[in-house]
């Protein structure tokens, strides 16, 4: 059974730090990219951050860039997303993705969220 669970959300205040974590199961999670996704009231989900299988490159929305960092630990099973200098537009549930393309399949898996409120 597949299973993609995100923790580490909660409340800071704008200028603060979180790091969430995903803990992966239940596939072979070396082989997926894995990445990181939001989604604010009323819009769209929107990628935050991408990192390969192997973790050599990583790349992010314009909006996070130099603030945020996608990171991965293979040995683990874990993907992490270290999100500094936090600003209100910054709120939103966060959503781990796995996702892997092979002969023309796609494995395509969601974890349930976590939410993330920067306010003062």
């Given at each position: 059974?597949?299973?993609?669970?995100?923790?580490?959300?909660?409340?800071?205040?704008?200028?603060?730090?979180?790091?969430?974590?995903?803990?992966?199961?239940?596939?072979?999670?070396?082989?997926?990219?894995m990445s990181?996704?939001r989604q604010?009231?009323?819009?769209?989900?929107?990628?935050?951050?991408?990192?390969?299988?192997?973790?050599?490159?990583?790349?992010?929305?314009?909006?996070?860039?130099?603030?945020?960092?996608?990171?991965?630990?293979?040995?683990?099973?874990?993907?992490?997303?270290?999100?500094?200098?936090?600003?209100?537009?910054?709120?939103?549930?966060?959503?781990?993705?796995?996702?892997?393309?092979?002969?023309?399949?796609?494995?395509?898996?969601?974890?349930?969220?976590?939410?993330?409120?920067?306010?003062?």
């Open positions: 059974q597949v299973r993609l669970v995100e923790s580490g959300g909660g409340s800071v205040q704008p200028g603060g730090s979180l790091r969430l974590s995903c803990a992966a199961s239940g596939f072979t999670f070396s082989r997926y990219a990181w996704y604010a009231p009323g819009k769209e989900r929107e990628l935050v951050a991408v990192t390969t299988n192997s973790g050599d490159t990583t790349n992010y929305g314009d909006s996070v860039k130099g603030r945020f960092t996608i990171s991965r630990d293979n040995a683990q099973n874990t993907v992490y997303l270290q999100m500094n200098s936090l600003k209100p537009e910054d709120t939103a549930v966060y959503y781990c993705n796995a996702l892997l393309t092979e002969r023309l399949r796609k494995y395509n898996y969601w974890g349930q969220g976590t939410q993330v409120t920067v306010s003062s």
